[in-house]
Nanobody, 125 residues
Framework: EVRLVESGGDSVQAGGSLRLSCTAS????????IGWFRQAPGKEREGISA????????YYSDSVKGRFTISSDSAKNTVYLELHNLKPEDTAVYFC??????????????????WGQGTQVTVSS
């Protein structure tokens, strides 16, 4: 059974930083792409970053490029998302997702088959 568990969400002030973790079980890490998504109230789920377990290739959306950094520790089956220079508009529930793939074919949520429960990030001004 594939299981993804996120952690690290918190309430911070604008300009602050957080590190989110996504620990996967039930998968062979190098066979999967791991993605980070977020969903703010009343908005669609947005794909913001991803990493290929095989190649290490990364993806960032324009909304987070230069502020967020994705990395992975294959020994721990964990993917991290470092959030810097946080803005109130970054407030959302952050989810990680996984799918069997060599690279990162798409950030459309419907393609990703496995999801964690989410972790809340709240940024106050």
């Amino acid at each position: 059974e594939v299981r993804l568990v996120e952690s690290g969400g918190d309430s911070v002030q604008a300009g602050g930083s957080l590190r989110l973790s996504c620990t996967a079980s039930g998968i062979t890490f190098k066979e999967y792409a791991i993605g980070w998504f977020r969903q703010a109230p009343g908005k669609e789920r947005e794909g913001i970053s991803a990493i290929s377990g095989l190649s290490g290739r990364t993806y960032y959306s324009d909304s987070v490029k230069g502020r967020f950094t994705i990395s992975s520790d294959s020994a721990k089956n964990t993917v991290y998302l470092e959030l810097h220079n946080l803005k109130p508009e970054d407030t959302a529930v952050y989810f990680c997702a996984a799918e069997l793939a060599e690279n990162i074919p798409t950030m459309k949520p419907m393609w990703w088959g496995y999801w964690g429960q989410g972790t809340q990030v709240t940024v106050s001004s």
